[in-house]
């Protein structure tokens, strides 16, 4: 594999940009869980709210990483 390849290059920093957008997105997911846990308002008031944005940012992040750990990481696939 050519890895001076203009296509090659596109995708590995796209893959790149990918990876710290998870890691963004898994930080969102803990916060809103340490906020459950440990702030007595959000207890009372915002318990769904708040769990289901971190459980939906748990979903996405968790099942992005498994779609990109499964295969997809030569650029010439599909």
């Given at each position: 594999?050519?890895?001076?390849?203009?296509?090659?290059?596109?995708?590995?920093?796209?893959?790149i940009?990918?990876?710290?957008w998870?890691?963004i997105?898994?930080?969102?997911?803990?916060m809103?869980?340490?906020?459950?846990?440990n702030?007595p308002?959000?207890h009372?008031?915002?318990?769904?709210?708040?769990g289901?944005?971190?459980?939906?940012?748990?979903v996405?992040?968790?099942s992005?990483i498994?779609?990109?750990?499964?295969?997809?990481?030569?650029?010439?696939?599909?």
């Amino acid at each position: 594999m050519n890895f001076t390849n203009i296509e090659y290059v596109v995708f590995r920093s796209l893959l790149i940009l990918e990876f710290i957008w998870i890691i963004i997105n898994m930080n969102i997911a803990f916060m809103a869980v340490y906020l459950i846990v440990n702030v007595p308002q959000f207890h009372r008031n915002l318990i769904g709210m708040i769990g289901n944005m971190g459980l939906a940012f748990f979903v996405i992040a968790i099942s992005r990483i498994i779609q990109i750990v499964g295969g997809s990481f030569d650029p010439n696939i599909g």
